[in-house]
């Protein structure tokens, strides 16, 4: 090994069938890791350490949660749910939010055109969900509503879209950068 290079320890593997679509590491403190995996089956994986650095174990395996492949996730930031439930996103343009401990899938609602959600971003403190499809579209809804709050054009195609509170940083295809404050 160089001097300088990380020590990189295996903890586990876990085999996946069909197209993993998207991947989540949730830090937990004296409770262990857990890491959340989605398909393009409608399936989520979760795998679970139980205690930090200690090795992985499914949690659970192969839990459909919709016939759509789920195209993205998120931790729902909302203080209110304590970190147990993920915000998904499918092809078919539907958000929904899934409650790991109780093993429950819940609709919040799908875009009338069934755009596909590329991302979706929960937001701390308040009970919004941002989602982007590659069609020029945010849509902002309310968890606590099940409604689509607000649908906002974008100028150009999106790319990626990262939240560091206060901000959504977006990035569009014509490498132009659009900050949202979300707390105005």
Known sequence: MQSGSPNLQETGSYEIEGLVSSIILQKQNQQGDRIFISDW?????????????????????N?????CPILSMDINRD???????????????QIAIYHVELEKFQEIGQDKEKRPIAKVISIEKKPLIFSFSWEKVMIVW?????ED???????ANFIAA?????????LFGNNEIAFIDVEN
């Not at 839990?63 to 016939?67: A, D, F, G, P, W």
């Open 149 to 155: 709050q607000y649908v906002h054009a974008l100028k």
């Open 142 to 146: 309310d968890s606590s509503s099940r």
């Open 41 to 61: 089956n409608g399936k989520i994986h979760i795998l679970r350490s139980v205690e930090p650095g200690s090795k992985l174990k499914p949690l659970v395996i």
């Open 79 to 93: 203080e209110r749910v304590l970190n147990n439930q993920l915000i998904i996103g499918t092809a078919e343009g």
């Open 162 to 170: 990262e939240y560091v509170h206060p901000y959504i940083a977006i």
């Open 63 to 67: 839990q459909e949660l919709t016939k």
